[in-house]
């Protein structure tokens, strides 16, 4: 077992082997010790061979990735770009090398080979399957004592698996300190102790995640293939390859064969690909039967948990079989607590492999998986297994039986429900597949379709007594029927279906497993929230703010951020309706802070939250404000269909337009808003609201007998005010103004008097109402009082900044102003604070630049176009940019060029500033 030295007068060259030319009676291979040569498509990456600079001075450097990651070219272009002060030995290993004497034997021709002279008593193995320990004793002495340092790079170290060499190699690298340096290129880790080298920071990784290619570096080599497409193309790519080196340059090779790069990228099908040869040829080939047939089967699966290999293959092998495959870098990693996944291209490849190979068994393993996962606690991602498994009513039975049906109206999960349940067969009977096509109507705002599906959840035809099927209703099927039937109370407008349905839901509530509501509280949050707003609707404010706290309650935690979101903002909307526009205000922001903060996305909201800063914003006199909220608001979910935001955008449009200066059209523009939801009841706030917005615009023109007309019969609504609902107090401020503008001081103040004993109105209305009473007074010739009046309306106007009360009182308050100003008020619009007061101009300062002067500052670039204008009376009407296009048969994108060419043209930023130089220009 010793070792043969060649005789000290026998001096070794460079180019010799072990044995001459020879190891163990078999040629050297010199091409081994080659170091590779990069092609001219490669791609450089600094950020790399940084690393490579900075970790050599260690004594162990590994990198370590898939096949095909790029590890043996980045390491060879670093050494070729970037020469170091020491020799270097390149040696390329092979499964040979796993007998300890070939492996030496080569290692120490390697050296020799790249110009390292060792000296004769060093030795050579004698024997292919050993080694003698006192060679690498001498060898490591012999290392120890070099001046300089050497590198040594064994690339494909992977393919070097016998524990005995990685004792050895141990032993070498700890004794030869701090002479030789060793790099590996493997795509496994290799069987040292790399615990003990990272621990001491002696030790230098790039890992797969390393090596993966950014979005900068495919869109470089992209380009060095002579490819276009710029970065989306590079983002495709990179997304789609999750940035793999040889996945990245094999597709940039298929796209430079193709005519339509672009298009290859979006069809491009892995499984019938370069990409899938070398995948198959490379990974899975290389593998047991055993392990290739947990790949093919697994492949089905977004994650793969050990138990859930072993229901798929009905083996016992999956955890060993997994974590062998995750240490190969056999492109399966690690996702945390057992989970593994594969790399999607893999996967995909895989299954095609699946398909082609073993036709019909790929249902089957979905249909295997659903049913693991479902036990598992996985619902979703079980829904989705059985759905490709086409086993439908499995999907929806347990859908509906695990009470997950509010997961389609919240949480992250519930566009994914939805895409899986789109495609239910039409066939598919039950109550339990009727109630999810119900649902999926319902979360699209489709209330017609939504309630022939509950009924025809509700209608079971007669079977056999001895069917099964016949039993009584499971309480999850009832539970889940008037969860659905609040929601539709909700959409119609019909407080009395949803207050019906909720009483209809405490009993089931009771019968389900406790663990089974615990686990989904979205159910409660959505049903408070439906039968909160189906009150709010009925103009029922107390009950329904009730339902609404009781919804913020019971919303805890980020998954229900969007029913707390919605509770918030209708919360918001009472607040609005009693007047409290500060405290409306102030909840409007903590429903918009709940939507940011979680990321909820604009087609998960319904957009009342946007309604009230709208209302603030008009009151205030921030008109540009205004109408920025009122956009957002039209763009929302439930701008049409949801009855609370659609009422709540047509009546704020035509304040918005009477604050603007066009009373014409906020007369025209809520005509057809006050038709009440399909199936559903009036809601006396909305027409109330709709009313006093058609009073304000007949006053405006000058008509205050259409404008008293348009509030009701004057019998039940002026000459009884004692039984008055919540909203009258705005209706009593209106006919008094109507009142007053024919000359009828005293009517108009009978008309206020009941205000006085009331508490019933919030900081606006009081505002107006003290404003009514001080002209009417004013009207009488009690000047005193009507200044007393006015301080006091000032006094409580300032808090909130309502200037708008004082915009909408007319001629005669700037004039009584203008007598004797008010001092400390310069946060009103310009001319109503006295002297001074235009330097404290309100935000809506602009939207009266003609009064002040400023109308003639405005020029236009160039005429409008006809359709422009078209374009733009639309816009000053509040029309979303969705309605202008269906108003004028355009496409959105094409309103939108207009509209950037109007505010070119008008130089404006937005369209509300916009309407207002077009209208100071007399374009309007």
């Given at each position: 077992?010793?070792?043969t030295?060649?005789?000290?007068?026998t001096?070794?060259?460079?180019?010799?082997?072990?044995?001459?030319?020879?190891?163990?009676g078999?040629?050297?291979l010199?091409?081994?010790?080659?170091i590779?040569?990069?092609?001219?498509?490669?791609?450089?990456?600094?950020?790399?061979?940084?690393?490579?600079?900075?970790?050599?001075?260690?004594?162990?450097?590994?990198?370590?990735?898939?096949?095909?990651?790029?590890?043996?070219?980045?390491?060879?272009?670093?050494?070729?770009?970037a020469?170091?002060?020491?020799?270097?030995?390149?040696?390329?290993?092979?499964?040979?090398?796993?007998a300890?004497?070939?492996?030496?034997?080569?290692?120490?021709?390697?050296?020799?080979?790249?110009?390292?002279?060792?000296?004769?008593?060093?030795?050579t193995?004698?024997?292919?399957?050993?080694?003698?320990?006192?060679?690498?004793?001498?060898?490591?002495?012999?290392?120890?004592?070099?001046?300089?340092?050497?590198?040594?790079?064994?690339?494909e170290?992977?393919?070097?698996?016998a524990?005995?060499?990685?004792?050895?190699?141990?032993?070498?690298?700890?004794?030869?300190?701090?002479?030789?340096?060793?790099l590996?290129?493997?795509?496994?880790?290799?069987?040292?102790?790399?615990?003990?080298?990272?621990?001491?920071?002696?030790?230098?990784d790039?890992?797969?995640?390393?090596?993966?290619?950014?979005?900068?570096?495919?869109a470089?080599?992209?380009?060095?293939?002579?490819?276009?497409g710029?970065?989306?193309?590079?983002?495709?790519?990179?997304?789609?390859?999750?940035g793999?080196?040889?996945?990245?340059?094999?597709?940039?090779?298929?796209?430079?064969?193709?005519?339509?790069?672009?298009?290859?990228?979006?069809?491009?099908?892995?499984?019938?690909?370069?990409?899938?040869?070398?995948?198959?040829?490379?990974?899975?080939?290389?593998?047991?039967?055993?392990?290739?047939?947990?790949?093919l089967?697994?492949?089905?699966?977004?994650?793969?948990?050990?138990?859930?290999?072993?229901?798929?293959?009905?083996?016992?092998?999956?955890?060993?079989?997994?974590?062998?495959?995750?240490?190969?870098n056999?492109?399966?990693?690690?996702?945390g607590?057992?989970?593994?996944?594969?790399?999607?291209?893999?996967?995909?490849?895989?299954?095609?492999?699946?398909?082609?190979?073993?036709?019909?068994?790929?249902?089957?393993?979905?249909?295997?998986?659903?049913?693991?996962?479902?036990?598992?606690?996985?619902?979703?991602?079980?829904?989705?297994?059985?759905?490709?498994?086409?086993?439908w009513?499995?999907?929806a039975?347990?859908?509906?039986?695990?009470?997950?049906?509010?997961?389609l109206?919240?949480g992250?999960?519930?566009?994914?429900l939805?895409?899986?349940?789109?495609?239910?067969?039409?066939?598919?009977?039950?109550?339990?597949?009727?109630?999810?096509?119900?649902?999926?109507?319902?979360?699209?705002?489709?209330?017609?379709?939504?309630?022939?599906?509950?009924?025809?959840?509700?209608?079971?035809?007669a079977?056999?007594?001895?069917?099964?099927?016949?039993?009584?209703?499971?309480?999850?099927?009832?539970?889940?029927?008037?969860?659905?039937r609040?929601?539709?109370?909700?959409?119609?407008?019909?407080?009395?279906?949803?207050?019906?349905?909720?009483?209809?839901?405490?009993?089931?509530?009771?019968?389900?497993?406790?663990?089974?509501?615990?686990?989904?509280?979205?159910?409660?949050?959505?049903?408070?929230?439906?039968?909160?707003?189906?009150?709010?609707?009925?103009?029922?404010?107390?009950?329904?703010?009730?339902?609404?706290?009781?919804?913020?309650?019971?919303?805890?935690?980020?998954?229900?951020?969007?029913?707390?979101?919605?509770?918030?903002?209708?919360?918001?909307?009472?607040?609005?309706?009693?007047?409290?526009?500060?405290?409306?205000?102030?909840?409007?922001?903590?429903?918009?802070?709940?939507?940011?903060?979680?990321?909820?996305?604009?087609?998960?909201?319904s957009?009342?939250?946007?309604?009230?800063?709208?209302?603030?914003?008009?009151?205030?006199?921030?008109?540009?404000?205004?109408?920025?909220?009122?956009?957002r608001?039209?763009?929302?979910?439930?701008?049409?269909?949801?009855?609370?935001?659609?009422?709540?955008?047509?009546?704020?449009?035509?304040?918005?337009?009477?604050?603007?200066?066009?009373?014409?059209?906020?007369?025209?523009r809520?005509?057809?808003?006050?038709?009440?939801?399909?199936?559903?009841?009036?809601?006396p706030?909305?027409?109330?609201?709709?009313?006093?917005?058609?009073?304000?615009?007949?006053?405006?023109?000058?008509?205050?007998?259409?404008?008293?007309?348009?509030?009701?019969?004057?019998?039940?609504?002026?000459?009884?005010?004692?039984?008055?609902?919540?909203?009258?107090?705005?209706?009593?401020?209106?006919?008094a103004?109507?009142?007053?503008?024919?000359?009828?001081h005293?009517?108009?103040?009978?008309?206020?008097?009941?205000?006085?004993?009331?508490?019933?109105?919030?900081?606006?209305?009081?505002?107006?109402?003290?404003?009514?009473?001080?002209?009417?007074?004013?009207?009488?010739?009690?000047?005193?009082?009507?200044?007393?009046?006015?301080?006091?309306?000032?006094?409580?106007?300032?808090?909130?900044?309502?200037?708008?009360?004082?915009?909408?009182?007319?001629?005669?308050?700037?004039?009584?102003l203008?007598?004797?100003?008010?001092?400390?008020h310069?946060?009103?619009?310009?001319?109503?604070?006295?002297a001074?007061?235009?330097?404290?101009?309100?935000?809506?300062?602009?939207?009266?630049?003609?009064?002040?002067?400023?109308?003639?500052?405005?020029?236009?670039?160039?005429?409008?176009?006809?359709?422009?204008?078209?374009?733009?009376a639309?816009?000053?009407?509040?029309?979303?940019?969705?309605?202008?296009?269906?108003?004028?048969?355009?496409?959105?994108?094409?309103?939108?060029?207009?509209?950037?060419?109007?505010?070119?043209?008008?130089?404006?930023?937005?369209?509300?500033?916009?309407?207002?130089?077009?209208?100071?220009?007399?374009l309007?």
């Amino acid at each position: 077992m010793g070792e043969t030295a060649a005789p000290r007068s026998t001096p070794r060259t460079a180019s010799r082997g072990p044995r001459g030319t020879r190891a163990f009676g078999v040629p050297v291979l010199p091409t081994r010790f080659a170091i590779p040569s990069v092609p001219q498509t490669f791609v450089r990456r600094p950020r790399l061979t940084q690393r490579l600079a900075d970790g050599v001075d260690r004594p162990l450097v590994l990198v370590n990735g898939p096949a095909g990651a790029g590890k043996t070219l980045l390491v060879a272009d670093w050494l070729a770009r970037a020469p170091l002060p020491w020799p270097v030995a390149w040696l390329t290993t092979e499964t040979d090398d796993n007998a300890p004497g070939m492996f030496w034997a080569y290692v120490l021709e390697a050296l020799r080979h790249h110009g390292l002279p060792l000296p004769d008593d060093v030795g050579t193995p004698a024997r292919a399957e050993e080694v003698d320990h006192a060679l690498l004793v001498r060898f490591a002495a012999y290392l120890n004592g070099l001046r300089d340092p050497v590198l040594l790079v064994l690339d494909e170290f992977d393919r070097v698996c016998a524990p005995v060499i990685a004792e050895q190699v141990e032993f070498v690298l700890q004794h030869s300190r701090p002479a030789l340096h060793l790099l590996l290129i493997s795509r496994t880790e290799p069987l040292l102790p790399l615990h003990r080298y990272r621990a001491g920071d002696e030790m230098a990784d790039i890992r797969g995640a390393d090596l993966a290619f950014n979005r900068d570096e495919t869109a470089a080599l992209l380009q060095r293939h002579g490819l276009g497409g710029g970065a989306e193309a590079a983002r495709l790519l990179t997304e789609r390859t999750e940035g793999w080196a040889a996945g990245v340059r094999l597709c940039a090779l298929a796209m430079h064969e193709t005519d339509d790069p672009a298009r290859f990228l979006k069809e491009f099908e892995a499984g019938r690909s370069t990409v899938a040869d070398y995948l198959l040829g490379e990974v899975l080939a290389a593998q047991p039967f055993e392990t290739q047939d947990l790949l093919l089967r697994t492949s089905i699966l977004e994650q793969t948990h050990p138990d859930l290999a072993n229901a798929l293959t009905g083996r016992e092998d999956g955890a060993a079989i997994l974590a062998s495959l995750e240490r190969a870098n056999a492109f399966v990693t690690a996702a945390g607590r057992s989970w593994y996944r594969h790399h999607p291209l893999f996967a995909e490849i895989l299954r095609v492999h699946l398909r082609s190979g073993q036709p019909g068994l790929e249902r089957e393993l979905h249909r295997r998986a659903a049913r693991w996962l479902c036990d598992a606690g996985q619902l979703v991602s079980a829904l989705a297994h059985a759905a490709a498994a086409g086993d439908w009513e499995f999907a929806a039975s347990r859908f509906v039986g695990h009470l997950a049906v509010g997961g389609l109206f919240t949480g992250l999960d519930a566009d994914r429900l939805a895409e899986v349940f789109s495609a239910m067969a039409p066939g598919t009977p039950g109550p339990a597949p009727e109630l999810v096509r119900a649902a999926l109507r319902f979360a699209r705002y489709d209330v017609t379709g939504g309630l022939a599906r509950l009924r025809a959840a509700g209608e079971r035809p007669a079977r056999d007594p001895k069917d099964p099927q016949n039993a009584p209703e499971l309480p999850a099927v009832q539970l889940t029927r008037a969860f659905l039937r609040v929601l539709a109370g909700r959409l119609t407008g019909s407080a009395a279906m949803a207050e019906e349905a909720a009483a209809d839901a405490a009993g089931p509530a009771r019968q389900v497993p406790p663990e089974c509501l615990a686990q989904h509280p979205e159910l409660s949050a959505l049903l408070l929230t439906g039968l909160g707003s189906a009150r709010l609707w009925a103009g029922r404010l107390d009950t329904a703010a009730e339902a609404l706290y009781a919804a913020v309650d019971a919303s805890e935690g980020p998954e229900l951020a969007s029913p707390r979101h919605e509770a918030l903002a209708r919360l918001a909307l009472i607040d609005l309706l009693h007047g409290q526009y500060g405290r409306a205000g102030g909840r409007a922001r903590e429903a918009a802070a709940e939507a940011t903060r979680n990321g909820l996305l604009p087609a998960h909201c319904s957009g009342a939250a946007d309604l009230v800063p709208a209302a603030v914003a008009i009151e205030q006199d921030d008109l540009a404000a205004a109408g920025a909220a009122l956009e957002r608001a039209a763009e929302s979910a439930g701008a049409r269909d949801d009855p609370v935001v659609a009422a709540g955008l047509a009546i704020l449009r035509a304040r918005l337009l009477l604050a603007g200066g066009d009373p014409s059209a906020a007369l025209e523009r809520p005509a057809g808003a006050a038709a009440h939801p399909a199936g559903g009841e009036p809601s006396p706030w909305v027409d109330a609201h709709l009313a006093l917005a058609a009073s304000a615009a007949h006053l405006a023109l000058g008509d205050p007998k259409a404008a008293r007309e348009a509030l009701g019969d004057p019998a039940g609504f002026l000459s009884a005010p004692a039984g008055v609902a919540p909203w009258l107090p705005e209706g009593a401020v209106a006919a008094a103004r109507a009142w007053i503008a024919d000359g009828e001081h005293a009517r108009a103040i009978e008309v206020l008097e009941p205000l006085t004993t009331r508490n019933a109105a919030g900081s606006a209305v009081t505002v107006r109402a003290l404003l009514a009473r001080a002209e009417a007074a004013d009207g009488l010739g009690d000047t005193t009082a009507a200044r007393r009046l006015v301080v006091r309306a000032l006094g409580l106007a300032r808090p909130e900044r309502l200037r708008r009360p004082f915009l909408d009182a007319g001629p005669w308050l700037r004039r009584a102003l203008r007598a004797r100003p008010v001092p400390g008020h310069d946060w009103l619009a310009p001319g109503l604070a006295g002297a001074g007061a235009g330097a404290g101009a309100g935000p809506g300062g602009a939207a009266r630049s003609a009064e002040s002067g400023a109308a003639g500052a405005v020029l236009v670039v160039e005429p409008l176009s006809e359709r422009e204008h078209d374009v733009l009376a639309c816009a000053a009407q509040l029309l979303s940019t969705a309605e202008i296009a269906a108003e004028l048969s355009l496409s959105v994108n094409t309103v939108k060029t207009h509209l950037k060419s109007i505010y070119r043209k008008l130089s404006a930023n937005r369209r509300g500033e916009a309407v207002r130089r077009a209208r100071e220009l007399k374009l309007l």
